[in-house]
């Protein structure tokens, strides 16, 4: 079998957090000759998979590039934040690297392509798919480019050497094959797993040994879901799972939040982030993501009903809007948020916090 039916039968999807087919990635870059640029950015609040691949698995990851590229060695580029070790251990190993701005929305899909095509590192929006070319916002010619992810383009690499049913022998039906997870926040044990979807999160906790008293997490950065630790201990990490709750396995991120400090305060560091990292270039990123992230300080400051009312009714604007899903994602996690921390709100409405005891809990 050709190398797109064997990822087709592998069953391989993106492991950059959209969980696309990689098959019908790889076809289209191969019916159009797509320049290929590998994302080993690390993107999203708390990932570190991309440098743990670039750092532990270069040659394989060299490879699998070669092959989605036909062994066109000048139509690989490999994106990395300018000045990180990831990208000076790329050019090390003789890739050509492109080194973006240190950006949340820099390392967008359209973000590195306009970036690699002489634009802004800034998203664009597309009118059909960029590996089959297009034009940008200015008119200005985009040749056929396809992003795929630096944990894909190295499991292409073990697709091809170890075949699709060594492949499916991991994770689940519906979400097949090695991954990894990135454990971080409050946990004894922070860093880079290998797994495989279907696991408990339990199990993934376990690993990490989350701090004494931790009874918050989010799972999948920024465009992920808050979660209670009890919620989390009864479920797998599998997509159908945490759709209960409105999230998905995302970029594999597992963030255990400080049991010592206020978890709103938390969710506003989040949320101010993403307000600071908008691309500033369309209405629900320029002011839809700060309106959320002043209605959330709003609402820590005096947790009255009206207050809650506010923040879900911007979080809801913002789904299915913009240039990218970065309003998307933002709209999700402060949704889980309000669920997830509701009796949090309720205690805080009462004059006292169940992390801080009664003082008054101050913005962060």
Sequence with gaps: MSLVDDLHAAGLTGRGGAAFSTGVKVRAAHDHGAHL??????GEVGAAKDAHVVEHHLDELLRGAAL?????????????HRGSRTAALLAAGGADVLEVPGRYVSSEETSLISFANGGLARPMTKRRPFVMGGRDAAGRRIPATVVLNAETVWRIAQVEAHGPTWFRSFGTEDEPGPRLVTLTGAVRWPGVLETQAGVTLASLLDAAEPADGAQHLVV?????????ADEARGLRWATPYLARFGGSLGPGIVDVLDPTRCPLRTVTRYLRYAAGETAGQCGPCMFGVPAVAAAWDRLVENPTGAA???VRRHAGLLPDRGACRFPDGVGRFAASALRALRPHLAAHAAGSCPTEGARRVQPA
């Design 308 to 310: 809650l009312d506010d």
């Design 220 to 228: 999948g950065g920024l465009g992920g879901v808050v979660l209670t």
């Design 68 to 80: 989605v590229a036909h062994g066109r060695r000048r139509s690989i580029t490999f994106a990395a």
């Design 37 to 42: 640029v590998v994302n080993a950015c690390d």
